[in-house]
Nanobody, 115 residues
């Protein structure tokens, strides 16, 4: 079992920045992939970024160059630094841990980009 807790969401103006944090109850060393997803109202959940146990990072085209995923193994936390935010980034952001064939999800944190 892996329990995840996201934090750091909020209201930000277009062009602003936010840093999301995902705290894991399990050591990141025992998790194959940590990922961020988001779900906007009326839309399907979409993959945003991921970081593998090897350290390899991948991003969706919609956030590449603006968002950065990172991790702190000592704290068992994963971060999503979001810069140059746009109104279309508004969504609930979810942290996901993939351990072999099993996914674990957090409760999500709301990000609203609006002037």
């Amino acid at each position: 079992q892996v329990q995840l807790a996201e934090s750091g969401g909020g209201l930000v103006q277009p062009g602003g920045s936010l840093r999301l944090t995902c705290a894991s109850s399990r050591s990141l060393g025992g998790i194959n992939v940590m990922a961020w997803y988001r779900q906007a109202p009326g839309k399907q959940r979409e993959w945003v970024a991921e970081i593998a146990l090897s350290g390899t990072k991948n991003y969706s085209d919609s956030v590449k160059g603006r968002f950065t995923i990172s991790r702190d193994g000592a704290q068992d936390k994963v971060f999503l630094q979001m810069n140059s935010l746009k109104p279309e980034d508004t969504a609930v952001y979810y942290c996901c841990a993939i351990v072999w064939a099993t996914d674990y999800w957090g409760q999500g944190t709301q990000v609203t980009v609006s002037s």
